[in-house]
């Protein structure tokens, strides 16, 4: 059988997988190109499927979902962001974007003034502070939470 026609038996499965999936920077002919790929490499490990298109689709299937699962694996990963892309049209991703969310340099000011303000609490607030840190109960917690809140008057359109 021609590769060309074994590629046709099995391409639909790659279009389910393109509307499944988001990969970024693949279009139409890479999903083509990938899927044809995958077909070669199963077809060189296992030419059986040449006859048995049961087993040709059950091997595709499998193989081109996990080529692709790999791949969205190596997309997120936070070892890779250096593969994304460099600039990407808002639109596309605005419903990926926290709207509330700290900046590094804030969030090292912010421990910073947390230690300072610790470092002048008396033993006793202390206690209500490390209460009100760990969301237990003490008496004094909403004293400490409104000093708190006094005290970081800065941030508080970070936070």
């Known amino acids: 059988m021609e590769f060309n026609k074994m590629y046709q038996k099995v391409k639909f499965i790659v279009r389910k997988c393109e509307k499944e999936y988001y990969i970024q920077l693949w279009e139409k002919d890479d999903w083509e190109q990938?899927?044809?790929?995958?077909?070669?490499?199963?077809y060189q490990k296992n030419p059986e499927i040449e006859t048995n298109e049961e087993m040709l689709y059950t091997y595709f299937k499998t193989k081109f979902r996990n080529h692709v699962k790999d791949k969205l694996r190596q997309q997120e990963?936070?070892?890779r962001k250096?593969?994304?892309?460099?600039?990407?049209?808002?639109?596309?991703?605005?419903?990926?974007?926290?709207?509330r969310q700290m900046y590094l340099d804030e969030l090292v000011v912010l421990k910073?003034?947390?230690k300072k303000f610790?470092?002048?609490?008396?033993?006793?607030?202390?206690l209500q502070y490390e209460a009100l840190m760990s969301n237990k109960r003490c008496l004094g917690k909403s004293k400490m939470k409104k000093k708190l809140e006094t005290y970081l008057k800065d941030f508080k359109d970070s936070i």
């Not at 990938?34 to 199963?42: I, N, P, R, S």
């Not at 994304?84 to 605005?94: F, H, M, R, T």
């Open 34 to 42: 990938e899927g044809q790929l995958t077909l070669f490499e199963l």
């Open 77 to 79: 990963s936070d070892k």
């Open 82 to 99: 250096l593969n994304k892309l460099p600039y990407v049209e808002i639109g596309e991703i605005s419903h990926r974007i926290s709207s």
């Open 112 to 114: 910073d003034t947390l």
């Open 118 to 126: 610790k470092e002048k609490l008396k033993p006793e607030e202390k």
